[in-house]
T-cell receptor, first 111, second 115 residues
Framework: QKEVEQNSGPLSVPEGAIASLNCTYS??????FFWYRQYSGKSPELIMS??SNGDKEDGRFTAQLNKASQYVSLLIRDSQPSDSATYLC???????????WGAGTKLIIKP | EAGVVQSPRYKIIEKKQPVAFWCNPI?????LYWYRQNLGQGPELLIR????????DSQLPKDRFSAERLKGVDSTLKIQPAELGDSAVYLC?????????????FGQGTRLTVV
């Protein structure tokens, strides 16, 4: 069973602090990793993609990938109330390019 | 550039009735996905198209669900007959291709309520 696991939360972070979201996956052969943000009642919106080990930074967002440990994380610096949303991790697994989704972590940024 | 367009945005139907959803992907995107999302869960893939070919429909309940993507552009997803458990948000997404490193973009979704 191919799985992507996320802590459902909610994760509560004070405004201005760093929010850290984690995701683990079961398929060691996975190659592509995506973070989506989903506001309540809205559809998922792509915010980061990462394909190789290490860090990838885009503004206040940093994605971190560790294939040996099979986890990918998303850091949000200087968290803002507008960052409050559910963050979905998606992993592209195997030769069929099947995209497997986690259930999401609900993030709450407290002013 | 227009994003993924879905219609209708909302649909309320009685159980046992048919319903159809329509999706127009981003221009030039060969891959089209239909997902179902229940509250508090991640998207669940129903079917993936590469151009007009359905390459992954293993999660599509084929006894009541059908989909088509004629000419490899627009797509429709149909449920007949609908059941109470089909109430969910149906999301359409598209990407340039279904290869490993291609990002998918979502439409606004159709919220289906079966009563």
């Amino acid at each position: 069973q191919k799985e992507v696991e996320q802590n459902s939360g909610p994760l509560s972070v004070p405004e201005g602090a760093i929010a850290s979201l984690n995701c683990t996956y079961s398929d060691r052969g996975s190659q592509s990793f995506f973070w989506y943000r989903q506001y309540s009642g809205k559809s998922p919106e792509l915010i980061m993609s990462i394909y190789s080990n290490g860090d990838k930074e885009d503004g206040r967002f940093t994605a971190q990938l560790n294939k040996a440990s099979q986890y990918v994380s998303l850091l949000i610096r200087d968290s803002q109330p507008s960052d409050s949303a559910t963050y979905l991790c998606a992993v592209n697994m195997d030769s069929n390019y099947q995209l497997i989704w986690g259930a999401g972590t609900k993030l709450i940024i407290k002013p | 550039e227009a994003g993924v367009v879905q219609s209708p945005r909302y649909k309320i139907i009685e159980k046992k009735q048919p319903v159809a959803f329509w999706c127009n992907p981003i221009s030039g995107h060969n891959t089209l996905y239909w997902y179902r999302q229940n509250l508090g869960q991640g998207p669940e893939l129903l079917i993936r198209y590469e151009n007009e070919e359905a390459v992954d429909d293993s999660q599509l309940p084929k006894d009541r669900f059908s989909a088509e993507r004629l000419k490899g552009v627009d797509s429709t997803l149909k449920i007949q007959p609908a059941e109470l458990g089909d109430s969910a948000v149906y999301l359409c997404a598209s990407s340039l291709s279904g290869l490993m490193n291609t990002e998918a973009f979502f439409g606004q979704g159709t919220r289906l309520t079966v009563v």
